[in-house]
């Protein structure tokens, strides 16, 4: 039986496995190879990487970084999670394998617009689609930033926007579906409004274009804030607790509500950024230790 399975080989996943592994437990990572933090063409707020460095290089530095000390990561899909008497039955294909400790480290899936994905992803590796204006609004300075969203989440992400540049607009998926309140923030900002549907996406010289009902619009950057899907199904399956949208409730020791379960990064509640998923798994992976430690001494 492994002390713990960590599922999930992005940047939380990777450090507690650095962790862990520097414990002396006896731990494997499964990992889909569906990181978002893969996507990422560069990143230059990532303390260290003054120059920035991109998403596939820092998982890659990080998986080495684990596998120097002994951890395994096998490439495959989790399916399903189990209680056992004295931990997790976890199912991969026609194997389960045990664990005394299960960390799950699952992130979330952007919500894309509809296009075809080799133009989404020429257009995110040129920065002319993005998804994280903390991760890299400071590009986007004084540049024509579309934003595709409307609601609470697309105002949101729209005024935080404008705190980088004047020229921002706000276009709906559809049709915009704002309150009295949310409108006269926009206004107050400057930023424009236009309604759906957006389509006919495409690359145009330097900038990312698509139809809306006001016309066919070109902006230097787009981001879509059309939410995420939460990867916290397995976790679910064994009665943990989460929120509306599906993120995990923990405790400040990522702790979920079922013993001997842990979540780290953007699949439990709290600021997606590679930095806090790291900071997160740091400290549930020192709690898995002391865990175990309490039910059997950890002695050389």
Partial sequence: MDDCIIIGGGPAGLTAAIYLARFHLGIRLFDCGSSRAAQIPCTRNHAGFPEGISGKELLARMLAQAEKYGAVRELAEVE?????????????????????????????????PDMPRDLHDAALARGLLRYCPICDGYEVTDKRIGVIGTASHGVAEALFLRGYSANVTLVAPEAHDLSEEETAKLDAAGIARIDGPCGGYAIEGERFAFDTAGGRLAFDSVYPALGSKIRSGLAIQVGARADENGCLEVDDHQRTSVPG???AGDVARGLDQISHAMGEAGVAATTIRNLLAERHPIRR
């Fill in 80 to 112: 399903s999670l189990r209680l056992l008497d004295d931990g997790f039955g976890v199912r991969v294909g026609a194997r389960e394998h045990a664990a005394r400790t299960v960390l799950l480290a699952t992130g979330v899936v952007n919500n894309r």
């Fill in 261 to 263: 379960l842990f979540a």
